[in-house]
Structures are given as C-alpha cells and as structure tokens.
C-alpha cells in the first residue's frame, strides 16, 4: 500500500512537472483565449493555480536550472494574482518578457563564473572538453544572451503596443520559430566543428 502511494504521488508530480513545462509554450494561447472570451471567468484562477502546483513540485529543486523554474513560476502566480485582483488582463502579457529577462540573468550571470552554462550541460555528456569546444560554448552563452535581449525587447515592444494580434503572433510563433532556428544552427555547427576536430 505504501508503494502504491509513493509511485502515485511520483506519478502526479511528473504530470505536474509536465504540465509546468508546456505552461511556457501555451501561455500565449491561454492569454488569448483570456482576452478573447473574458466571459470565461474560471480561466485565470486556473492558470494561477496551475503556476501554484508547479511552485509546490519544484520546492526540493536545487540547482540553476531548478531556481530558475521556480522564478518563473513565481512570475506566473504574481501576473496571474495582479491580473485577477486589478481586472486587468493587459498585465498577463508581460510573462515572455518576464521569461526572456530571466533567461537572460540565467545565461549572462553564468558567463561572469569560470564556466559558463552552456559549458556545463555540454560537461554533462563529455566531462572533458577540448579548449577550443570551451571557447565556442562560451561564444554560444553569448550567442543565447543576444537572442534573450532581441527576443525581450520584441516581446516588451508587443506588450507596450497593445495589440493582441501582433503580441500572440510574435509570442506565440514567431519567438519560437526562432529559437528553433538558433538551436538547430548551433547544432550544425557544433557537428560542423566536431568533424574538424
């Protein structure tokens, strides 16, 4: 009995943790739907409490990785929270730019240590990396900054401009679109430059 329970709560914390993850790329199509059909009043407690959850699912987590899920997380419950208490959806729009700003002090802060993040996901697989993969890991960390700054500064323009149509293009596609491209790019590189090592 007591194993059924401990592999019940594994298993809605691993259901929690996913549904966490997916917050991210959903968000835009949850704001819209918010802003869309404000009749819908039982969707922003909702999202607020999905937030909650993935806070409560993260709690032991240690680590940067970790911190950071739990700041976003924070943000989600805070934007949702204003934006429940104020009636005022607008403020749900700021959660990218919230994204972009910690990814960017997650990234930008790692490259002021001796080894920058990207460095030390690279290290997970192969602990010893040669100086020139340390220089370009390093050179792809700024590479991410760069695209965290252009990436926030379109989202924060689409929040200040007000309009939804251009807010969920750019937040909803198009930011992935290019994220996509800027991984797969550094991939092929990255197989470019293994090969000629």
């Not at 259901?15 to 790329?25: D, E």
């Not at 009043?41 to 709690?59: D, E, K, Q, Y």
């Not at 943000?75 to 700021?94: D, E, F, P, V």
Request: hydrophobic residues 60%; aromatic residues 10%.
């Amino acid at each position: 009995m007591a194993q059924a329970t401990v592999v019940a709560g594994k298993t809605v914390q691993t259901l929690l943790r996913g549904l966490g993850w997916l917050m991210v790329p959903a968000w835009p199509l949850l704001v819209w739907i918010s802003f869309a059909h404000p009749h819908i009043r039982w969707l922003l407690p909702l999202l607020a409490l999905i937030f909650v959850l993935r806070m409560l699912t993260l709690w032991g987590k240690k680590g940067a990785m970790g911190q950071t899920a739990k700041v976003l997380a924070l943000a989600g419950i805070m934007l949702c929270s204003a934006s429940l208490a104020l009636r005022n959806l607008h403020l749900l729009l700021w959660y990218p730019v919230a994204v972009n700003a910690v990814m960017l002090v997650l990234f930008g802060g790692s490259l002021l240590t001796a080894m920058p993040l990207v460095e030390r996901l690279a290290r997970l697989r192969e602990p010893e990396l040669p100086l020139r993969a340390v220089a370009y890991v390093r050179r792809v960390t700024q590479v991410w900054c760069l695209f965290f700054i252009i990436n926030g500064s379109i989202a924060l323009a689409t929040c200040l401009a007000g309009s939804l149509h251009w807010w969920t293009l750019w937040n909803g596609m198009l930011s992935y679109l290019m994220m996509g491209s800027l991984a797969a790019g550094e991939w092929w590189v990255r197989r470019r430059l293994r090969a000629g090592l």
